[in-house]
């Protein structure tokens, strides 16, 4: 501690700044003095400045419901995480975390379908955030989040409610949008769809793309308040998953010859103008990968029902079995796929569970208002 005490100030802040995440938080015990340094505001506006870091798969075993684990892709390590509430996870963004405290979102008269909660799971710090009745009516929901500054952000939540038994549009699909800033939710826009969305959606950008169906996406944009329709790349595609890497929508789906492919959303300013597309849907996908063979058959055959797990942020995706005792790891920038090693016994059910987290120490949900 006597070589930290004779260099300026400054310098530690620049280095201490840029190391893991896990090493700020272990030199906390080095004095009383380094900890309230590490926790004071010139620290955090500091480590503010760093660019994103790798995101970590966060896994919530039901057999330690206090405790997650966090894979760190950059330190190829697990580390157990002390979870200052018990939560389903629905959605993730730049250090925060928003979910439903159990009993599942949707569970009747439980307090859970009345509120969800948005936590920081490094500092522990969580607020309440309470939901509009109207909500109670959905049959499926799916969450979004968007963190704006230190301690600001913004939910978004969809849900298709039942129209009609006959019309060939049966579910109405509504979206509401919470800002921590008002402290208030609106009714955003609605769009007629003919089969109700499922749980599988991500947050790109400003952005809230949801399944619809066998054959489409519906995409939510903030900033306009209105909803569009996304066709999927091929019609052959089952199991789709959708990631956001870096700001672009990337799904991945099961083709009718059980291989797992990988598609990117890009908008049509971008592509050649001799390809055109319908005028509701100005944007275009391109396959960037396929799962090598051998790996697919690994992910899929051993399970009967062929399903697979993907969850994934930034330029990592992860992806499990049903009898599958590790986790695939794919990145996006080299192309590579790996398998890693698993703190759980059962990795399928606690990846369903799973949420990829970019770990912040300076991000924070706020206070609740009333």
């Given at each position: 501690m006597v070589i930290w005490e004779e260099l300026p100030r400054d310098l530690v802040s620049s280095v201490v700044s840029w190391l893991p995440i896990t090493d700020i938080l272990r030199s906390r015990t080095i004095s009383k003095q380094f900890h309230a340094w590490i926790s004071s505001i010139s620290f955090l506006d500091e480590i503010a400045r760093v660019p994103t870091r790798?995101?970590?798969?966060?896994?919530?075993?039901?057999?330690?419901?206090?405790?997650?684990?966090?894979?760190?892709?950059?330190?190829?390590?697990?580390?157990?995480?002390?979870?200052?509430?018990?939560?389903?996870?629905?959605?993730?963004?730049?250090?925060?975390?928003?979910?439903?405290?159990?009993?599942?979102?949707?569970?009747?008269?439980?307090?859970?379908?009345?509120?969800?909660?948005?936590?920081?799971?490094?500092?522990?710090?969580?607020?309440?955030?309470?939901?509009?009745?109207?909500?109670s009516r959905f049959f499926f929901l799916v969450v979004g989040m968007v963190s704006t500054g230190r301690s600001g952000f913004t939910i978004v939540v969809a849900g298709s409610d039942l129209v009609s038994h006959h019309a060939s549009a049966n579910f109405k699909l509504s979206a509401w949008v919470f800002e921590s800033r008002s402290w208030k939710w609106t009714k955003g826009g609605t769009v007629l769809i003919d089969a109700a969305i499922s749980t599988s959606k991500a947050m790109s950008g400003s952005t809230l793309f949801v399944v619809s169906g066998n054959r489409e996406l519906a995409a939510y944009d903030l900033g306009r308040g209105s909803w569009?329709?996304?066709?999927?790349?091929?019609?052959?595609?089952?199991?789709?998953?959708l990631v956001d890497r870096l700001g672009r929508l990337v799904l991945v789906a099961r083709t009718n010859q059980d291989e797992i492919s990988i598609w990117e959303l890009h908008q049509e300013q971008h592509r050649s103008r001799e390809k055109s597309l319908p005028s509701d849907d100005p944007s275009f996908w391109i396959e960037l990968d396929r799962m090598p063979r051998c790996l697919s058959d690994e992910l899929?055959?051993?399970?009967?029902?062929?399903?697979?797990?993907?969850?994934?942020?930034?330029?990592?995706?992860?992806?499990?079995?049903?009898?599958?005792?590790?986790?695939?790891?794919?990145?996006?920038?080299?192309?590579?796929?790996?398998?890693?090693?698993?703190?759980?016994?059962?990795?399928h059910y606690d990846m369903l569970r799973g949420i990829c987290l970019e770990p912040r120490l300076e991000i924070s949900p706020g206070s609740s208002k009333k």
């Amino acid at each position: 501690m006597v070589i930290w005490e004779e260099l300026p100030r400054d310098l530690v802040s620049s280095v201490v700044s840029w190391l893991p995440i896990t090493d700020i938080l272990r030199s906390r015990t080095i004095s009383k003095q380094f900890h309230a340094w590490i926790s004071s505001i010139s620290f955090l506006d500091e480590i503010a400045r760093v660019p994103t870091r790798s995101s970590w798969l966060v896994l919530f075993p039901s057999s330690t419901p206090s405790i997650a684990s966090a894979y760190d892709p950059s330190l190829d390590s697990w580390l157990s995480l002390p979870v200052p509430l018990q939560i389903q996870p629905l959605a993730s963004s730049r250090g925060l975390i928003c979910g439903a405290p159990k009993p599942h979102l949707g569970s009747g008269s439980s307090r859970s379908s009345k509120e969800l909660h948005v936590c920081n799971l490094v500092t522990r710090s969580w607020v309440r955030v309470p939901q509009p009745r109207e909500m109670s009516r959905f049959f499926f929901l799916v969450v979004g989040m968007v963190s704006t500054g230190r301690s600001g952000f913004t939910i978004v939540v969809a849900g298709s409610d039942l129209v009609s038994h006959h019309a060939s549009a049966n579910f109405k699909l509504s979206a509401w949008v919470f800002e921590s800033r008002s402290w208030k939710w609106t009714k955003g826009g609605t769009v007629l769809i003919d089969a109700a969305i499922s749980t599988s959606k991500a947050m790109s950008g400003s952005t809230l793309f949801v399944v619809s169906g066998n054959r489409e996406l519906a995409a939510y944009d903030l900033g306009r308040g209105s909803w569009r329709r996304v066709d999927l790349p091929a019609k052959e595609l089952t199991s789709v998953k959708l990631v956001d890497r870096l700001g672009r929508l990337v799904l991945v789906a099961r083709t009718n010859q059980d291989e797992i492919s990988i598609w990117e959303l890009h908008q049509e300013q971008h592509r050649s103008r001799e390809k055109s597309l319908p005028s509701d849907d100005p944007s275009f996908w391109i396959e960037l990968d396929r799962m090598p063979r051998c790996l697919s058959d690994e992910l899929l055959l051993k399970s009967p029902s062929r399903r697979f797990a993907c969850v994934g942020s930034g330029d990592v995706a992860y992806f499990s079995g049903t009898k599958c005792a590790s986790i695939l790891a794919y990145t996006f920038s080299t192309r590579s796929w790996r398998w890693t090693s698993c703190c759980s016994s059962n990795p399928h059910y606690d990846m369903l569970r799973g949420i990829c987290l970019e770990p912040r120490l300076e991000i924070s949900p706020g206070s609740s208002k009333k």
